[in-house]
């Protein structure tokens, strides 16, 4: 080899060295490289177990269509029972039939596949058109069931057939049996005497090593169609939903209007509310946790909403105790109901009579008055009136002083009118309001005493607002041409839809428009809405028209109640007016005007005299930078 071929050999291999090492992978691309072929390993493993589910489930589909072809022996149909439900196979055939439990105020009906609840009806009330009142359907698809797993096999008790055994009128227990005749899954009913309640209890009878224990909970499912019961779906559908509270005593709800879905723990019940009725889960210790969602359904003739629970289950092969309420949001029922002695559970909470004061009203002066009348006044609409009446005695000292305020704003009208004139330019403003308000101070007169009364009295009026419309004791019952005081009257079906309106006319709700309009009226003749006001007028004027199409699809009870409030108002104003001498009035506020003109100002009014002070000469100042500009 010559001294040329060794050079041309170390050149080659130079190259070669070089070209490797020019190519030779970062540590970052070696990293890259690393993760894909990891990537690529685990998708070729979930690609190879896909592969293997699929052939398991097509040879469970062939040996399927053998069996639905009854090609096969009745040992291969007990193994492939086995393969697919475990030691629950004998419980997966049989026969469907339906058990009744009933008292005096509900009737519930149980299958005895998967001892679900099919229906239940409450006895003592109608729909609005007459037919029988079922909370719970069994012409829609609602669902109840345990999911569990038993010998790592996936169930639900709605798949299972239940025998019925010590089936009374009122009690019934449910066995779903396994292949040993010791071991089933058992769901008891136990319908109260004269009661809405329920009691729900599950047990599991020598399942310890069947049920698998790896997870905590096993859950419950109640999926149910909320139906329609009322007139006037719009309203109902706002007052109906999923509601639950918490073990703090908290009372929390899905949104009612949209779709909502939550997860919620420790959990004391969980209600489906409809405007009247409710169906109710309850635990006697507390619900560990749960899944919930609303679903609302459009222009369905039976549903309003579709509401669904998964409740968690302590999987400890011990038995639960649950509870059922199926009846009506009636306060005086729902306060009372506990599930130990002495403990009850707030269900009244269902009822919406308003939040703070307003429920106060409510629940400690509102509802005991209707009660004690309803003990020995049949009708609802003379009960109402009463109750009107008795409310405008109660608070008529409060609208007195609003009326003697009025009446004194209104003789001083002419001389506020006089001392207005002597500023008559715009930047005078607040010379004029602060030598009007040294006028009123020294005749002892509040500008705002007439206000301070009303709206004392506005808490009742927004707890009435809530009272009616939630009254259960309202529903059906009639008064002149109201068929329903719990619902919209009406005098004219529209063939047609206004929008914020209605397809209908409210007389009760014209009639309170009406009594407004008279109402302010009268009264604005006492109250200063010209020049100290601007607008005012023409903003009490539209609050009726607002108040027409706000009213007309809500409770003609509550639109009564209104309309008899202004017309009482009108007599207490009329009947006032008697009994105020404006003239002595009159002289009684000049002599105290002219004894206090000497008074010595309070550090108070000082303070506001010269905060009105400051603000004006910075008015002046600022008016002047404008007028260089």
């Known amino acids: 080899m010559d001294k040329n071929q060794i050079i041309g050999i170390l050149l080659i291999v130079g190259i070669f060295v070089g070209f490797s090492l020019y190519n030779q992978p970062s540590a970052e691309e070696i990293a890259a490289a690393k993760q894909k072929r990891h990537r690529d390993s685990i998708a070729m493993a979930e690609q190879l177990l896909a592969e293997q589910q699929k052939q398991a489930a097509d040879s469970v589909t062939n040996v399927e269509i053998n069996l639905n072809e009854d090609t096969m022996s009745d040992s291969a149909k007990n193994a492939l029972g086995q393969l697919k439900y475990g030691d629950f196979y004998p419980s997966t055939s049989g026969t469907e039939n339906d058990i009744v439990l009933e008292n005096n105020k509900i009737k519930v009906t149980i299958s005895t596949k998967g001892a679900a609840i099919k229906s239940v009806e409450i006895k003592d009330y109608k729909t609005h058109d007459g037919q029988p009142l079922y909370v719970w359907r069994d012409d829609v698809e609602n669902t109840f069931g345990l999911d569990f797993f038993a010998q790592n096999k996936a169930l639900n008790s709605s798949d299972l057939y239940f025998e019925c055994d010590n089936s009374q009128t009122n009690k019934a227990i449910f066995k779903a049996k396994t292949a040993n005749e010791n071991q089933w899954l058992e769901f008891a009913y136990d319908l109260k005497d004269d009661s809405y309640l329920m009691d729900f209890t599950i047990s599991f009878h020598n399942l310890n090593d069947i049920i698998n224990r790896n997870s905590s909970y096993i859950d419950l499912t109640w999926d149910q169609y909320l139906p329609i019961l009322e007139r006037g779906n719009d309203w109902e559908n706002q007052n109906a939903g999923l509601y639950y509270r918490l073990d703090n005593g908290d009372l929390e709800n899905l949104n009612t209007t949209s779709n909502d879905e939550d997860d919620i723990s420790k959990t004391t019940w969980i209600a489906y509310k409809g405007q009247f009725f409710s169906s109710v889960i309850i635990s006697k210790t507390n619900i560990p946790n749960a899944n919930v969602s609303s679903q609302n359904i459009q222009k369905n003739k039976k549903a309003l909403k579709y509401l669904k629970s998964k409740i968690a289950i302590p999987n400890n092969g011990e038995t639960d105790s649950l509870s059922f309420y199926f009846g009506p949001n ?200 010209g020049q100290q006001m601007p607008g005012m007028k023409l903003m009490m004027y539209m609050m009726p028209v607002m108040m027409v199409f706000w009213f007309n699809n809500y409770s003609s009870g509550l639109s009564y109640y209104y309309f008899l409030s202004n017309i009482i108002t009108i007599i207490q104003t009329i009947v006032a007016r008697k009994f105020i001498d404006e003239d002595l009035l009159l002289a009684k506020l000049n002599a105290k005007a002219s004894k206090n003109k000497t008074k010595k100002k309070s550090g108070f009014m000082a303070r506001l005299e010269e905060m009105q002070r400051q603000q004006l000469e910075a008015m002046k100042q600022q008016q002047k930078k404008n007028g260089k500009r």
Not at 383 to 396: A, Q, Y
Not at 432 to 457: I, S, W
Not at 481 to 506: C, E, K, Q, R, T
């Open 330 to 529: 009636k306060y005086q029922i729902l306060k009372n109901i506990q599930v130990a002695e002495g403990e009850k559970i707030g269900l009244q909470e269902l009822i919406p009579l308003g939040w703070g004061i307003f429920g106060w009203i409510n629940r400690i002066a509102i509802i005991p008055m209707f009660n004690w009348l309803s003990s020995f006044i049949s009708n609802y609409g003379i009960i109402i009136l009463i109750m009107t009446i008795i409310i405008k005695l109660v608070i008529f000292p409060l609208t007195y002083k609003s009326y003697q305020s009025s009446a004194k704003m209104r003789v001083l009208k002419p001389q506020v009118e006089q001392l207005s004139k002597k500023y008559p330019r715009e930047d005078q403003a607040l010379q004029k309001q602060q030598a009007v308000m040294d006028f009123y101070k020294r005749a002892g007169v509040n500008p705002m005493g007439g206000c301070l009364p009303a709206l004392l009295q506005m808490p009742i009026l927004i707890a009435m607002f809530r009272f009616f419309p939630a009254s259960i004791e309202l529903r059906q019952q009639s008064f002149l041409w109201a068929n329903d005081l719990s619902s919209y009257d009406s005098i004219l079906d529209l063939p047609f839809n206004i929008p914020f309106y209605g397809d209908h006319v409210s007389l009760f709700t014209l009639l309170m428009a009406v009594g407004i309009v008279v109402s302010t009226k009268i009264n604005s003749g006492q109250m200063d809405t």
